[in-house]
């Protein structure tokens, strides 16, 4: 296993140089520039030129980049071109709210859709199946943002049950409780949304065991039914479930941006929405550099989770 731990994290050295350059050049070919907000009518022509050489745009892309490398190398992201502060001080501070939101929805995702998953595997051609079933599509159609909003308009303001935005109120002792109720609205969103891709996949795997020869063994012996579904069947398609929800975790990342923009979740997705608006290159690439590890280090810990519960995988 250590070997094979070792071999994919040498692995992943050219898939992240080779995203971060092909990162790189997008950014740097879309329109517009960092000096767009910067520049008054008062400033000549020499200002312009002098400020582009000191925030390092006046190279070639390709000395830019090289240069933008090297730093990442010695463990420096650089700096932003908006705030002037450090692009590892920045993502650090995004980090846990977003986290706490991905692992918030995953846990909602999974409440939702394992039991109404097993339910409608159990229960096929049934209503339940095609309830289940119609949900989950209706789930997975609706885009965050319209279901964010949906949700805002009538828990906070019609209900004023739950807050609209943030992840704390202002002037108030902050404590967990005012964190969570800040929680709930994001986290049930893209927790919805991640329920409607996880019941299709937990049905069809429930669908692949429950008729192998183990189960009516199991039957055959007398073992209660939900015995029978719930530790034998459920536990064998496990497998690719633990594989969608590797996948998922790049789902999440990409659906935390809109959703934390419009409840203004002050994570990773929000800071990415102002960096691309105000053209921030430095802050833009080391989000990227972190989303790409983020998936890389998912996919690996993914491998491992299989050979836990499956003893029969072996990594050489």
């Given at each position: ?31 517009g ?5 910067m ?52 993502i ?13 929805a ?14 409608s595997?159990?229960?096929q051609y049934s ?9 989950s599509?209706?789930?997975?159609s ?88 719930n ?11 633990i ?63 299989y ?7 072996r990594?050489?």
């Amino acid at each position: 296993m250590g070997n094979y731990i070792v071999r994919r994290i040498l692995i992943s050295i050219p898939v992240l140089i080779g995203v971060t350059i092909i990162s790189f050049i997008i950014i740097n070919m879309a329109p517009g520039s960092p000096l767009d907000k910067m520049i008054d009518p008062h400033l000549t022509a020499a200002d312009i030129a002098a400020r582009k050489a000191a925030l390092g745009l006046n190279g070639p892309l390709y000395v830019r980049y090289l240069s933008w490398l090297g730093n990442v190398l010695h463990g420096n992201l650089g700096y932003s071109l908006t705030s002037f502060q450090p692009v590892s001080q920045i993502i650090g501070q995004r980090i846990f709210p977003t986290f706490l939101l991905m692992a918030a929805a995953l846990i909602i995702g999974f409440v939702i859709a394992i039991p109404l998953g097993i339910l409608s595997a159990t229960r096929q051609y049934s209503k339940l199946d095609y309830i289940a079933t119609t949900g989950s599509l209706i789930g997975i159609s609706v885009p965050t943002f319209f279901l964010s909003l949906v949700f805002i308009y009538v828990f906070a303001l019609k209900l004023k049950l739950l807050p609209s935005g943030g992840m704390i109120t202002l002037g108030q002792n902050n404590g967990f409780l005012d964190v969570l109720k800040h929680l709930i609205l994001p986290a049930v969103v893209l927790g919805v949304n991640e329920a409607g891709t996880l019941v299709r996949y937990v049905r069809s795997s429930m669908l692949e065991v429950l008729d192998q020869d183990y189960l009516r063994t199991a039957r055959s012996k007398g073992l209660k039914e939900s015995i029978v579904i719930n530790r034998h069947a459920f536990k064998n398609a496990m497998l690719p479930i633990i594989t969608i929800t590797g996948l998922e975790i790049v789902t999440l990342l990409g659906g935390s941006v809109v959703t934390e923009q419009v409840f203004q979740w002050p994570g990773i997705g929000q800071l990415t929405i102002s960096s691309v608006m105000s053209r921030d290159y430095t802050t833009l690439m080391g989000l990227i550099l972190f989303g790409t590890i983020v998936v890389i280090v998912a996919n690996l810990l993914i491998d491992i989770i299989y050979s836990i519960v499956d003893p029969r995988i072996r990594y050489n």
